[in-house]
């Protein structure tokens, strides 16, 4: 009984899902509450107990999706070029493989087409997933320069460098627009080192450039 009581979804988890359903199939506008309580399995008094507003539902289904996308370095800071390339390899590869399974690319898709009436909602995507992953790398970055690993630059311009590079050829837009596949995790390592082996060419401090 508890292990069934566990794994069943609180019913603000069942509003969550039936509301990102209902956007996804039905857009914003048509997406009413009323076809949201149906699917969630509530009464519209429940719906509105737990979420306000439509706009509100909205806006924590791209947040509790955006949170999913964060990779948290837990590693401890490397204490050279070997240890400080795996990371950032790892980090690279498991960022690229979340950002672009297909809920996640939903997610983005449904930011884009409310961006015009709903502009906090990219916000909030934008803060919870893209910056958050970025102040982790930046947060490397800086112990790496400490260390003496990098140097010649800020650890913002580095991860900048470091995203352009993973993220190059407009993969992200183009899998927005279904144009381009996802990567395999295989594909998305090679570009998580390559973007890896870039930056310590560019900004490699005392231990030198990862060679390969």
Do not use: W
Not at 8 to 31: C, N
Not at 41 to 47: I, M, N, T
């Amino acid at each position: 009984m508890g292990i069934m009581a566990e794994n069943t979804p609180s019913m603000r988890e069942r509003i969550l899902e039936a509301a990102f359903t209902a956007f996804m199939r039905h857009g914003y506008s048509g997406a009413s509450t009323a076809r949201i309580a149906r699917l969630a399995q509530v009464s519209k008094r429940d719906l509105y107990a737990h979420f306000g507003t439509k706009q509100a539902m909205l806006s924590h289904c791209v947040i509790e999706r955006a949170r999913r996308m964060q990779h948290p370095l837990t590693l401890p800071a490397p204490t050279d070029t070997k240890g400080l390339y795996d990371t950032l390899s790892g980090y690279g590869t498991a960022v690229l493989v979340e950002v672009t399974r297909p809920e996640v690319q939903a997610t983005y898709r449904l930011a884009i087409l409310e961006a015009e009436n709903a502009r906090e909602v990219g916000l909030a995507l934008d803060q919870h997933g893209r910056a958050e992953n970025t102040a982790a790398l930046i947060g490397l970055l800086t112990a790496a320069r400490d260390r003496g690993l990098v140097a010649g630059g800020e650890p913002a311009e580095m991860a900048d460098l470091f995203q352009s590079i993973l993220t190059g050829q407009g993969i992200m837009v183009r899998i927005l627009m279904r144009v381009a596949a996802a990567p395999t995790e295989a594909e998305a390592r090679q570009r998580a080192e390559m973007a890896a082996r870039a930056l310590l060419r560019v900004y490699g401090g005392a231990g030198g450039a990862v060679q390969g």
